[in-house]
């Protein structure tokens, strides 16, 4: 029997731990992943982190917006001596199903989650169903986007934003990126705006190649940057990533 991926090459540019977890699928599938981790993550504890944690009692919503939130958040919760018992108190939203597969990791589950897993729907769908949600919690990294700040704004709703992880270029996979990208490879995938950012920082060499994004703001952040050929999933994780890679294959090899 025939892998779907066909011995496929697959560059993986997403953090260390991400991408061997993506890496592992793409190998179940019968792809060769390639891993060059562009973007490191780190915990963020900056100084008003502190003052935060000690007033949790004081939100009513905790609104995650990645899995590494969820992480982060409960590596802060131990450095700050909190039990994770706190997210049983909470209503908890979050941005898609991944972020809620973290949760239930640890035990917990969330209240409300979109029907696309992106700020811009959780935003709208949220604020539709909870007018009057009390104190919430906005659990981020440094380089999320505005949207849900913006709307919560626009909504005359009180937040707080806990930045609880940083994400910086991995300068240190320049060399790997640029040996890779003279050999042999059939995809090139993105999970993140900022993995594509870190891809131009580090090449700049834009290739003639399938780009295959996680959802529609990296899809529009990599024709921004001139990908020609960009395939982006329904639903935006990575499992169905990589459905849109076999579908992509079957219909150029006729299968």
């Excluded at 981790?37 to 003052?51: A, F, H, Y």
């Excluded at 913006?150 to 300068?171: C, G, H």
Aim: charged share 25%; glycine share 4%; proline share 4%.
């Amino acid at each position: 029997m025939i892998a779907p991926l066909r011995s496929k090459k697959i560059i993986v540019t997403r953090e260390n731990a991400g991408g061997k977890i993506f890496s592992k699928k793409i190998s179940q599938y019968g792809g060769i992943p390639i891993e060059v981790p562009l973007l490191r993550i780190d915990c963020d504890d900056r100084d008003e982190n502190r003052r935060i944690m000690k007033q949790l009692d004081h939100f009513d919503w905790f609104i995650f917006t990645s899995a590494n939130g969820v992480e982060y958040f409960l590596k802060l919760a131990n450095k700050h001596q909190i039990s994770h018992e706190i997210l049983n108190a909470k209503n908890i939203a979050v941005v898609g199903e991944k972020t809620n597969q973290k949760l239930k990791k640890y035990g917990y589950s969330a209240d409300f989650v979109p029907t696309v897993y992106d700020a811009n729907t959780l935003s709208k769908e949220f604020l539709a169903k909870f007018q009057n949600p009390g104190e919430i919690l906005l659990i981020r990294g440094n380089l999320s986007r505005d949207v849900l700040p913006s709307e919560l704004k626009k909504a005359n709703l009180s937040f707080t934003s806990l930045y609880v992880y940083k994400t910086t270029i991995n300068f240190k996979s320049k060399n790997l990126l640029n040996e890779i990208l003279q050999r042999e490879f059939d995809f090139i995938t993105f999970t993140s705006p900022s993995t594509i950012d870190a891809y131009f920082e580090l090449s700049g060499y834009l290739v003639d190649k399938p780009c295959v994004c996680i959802g529609t703001t990296t899809e529009n952040k990599a024709r921004e940057k001139g990908f020609s050929t960009i395939l982006t999933p329904k639903v935006f994780t990575v499992d169905a990533m990589i459905d849109i890679i076999i579908d992509y294959i079957n219909k150029k090899e006729h299968i």
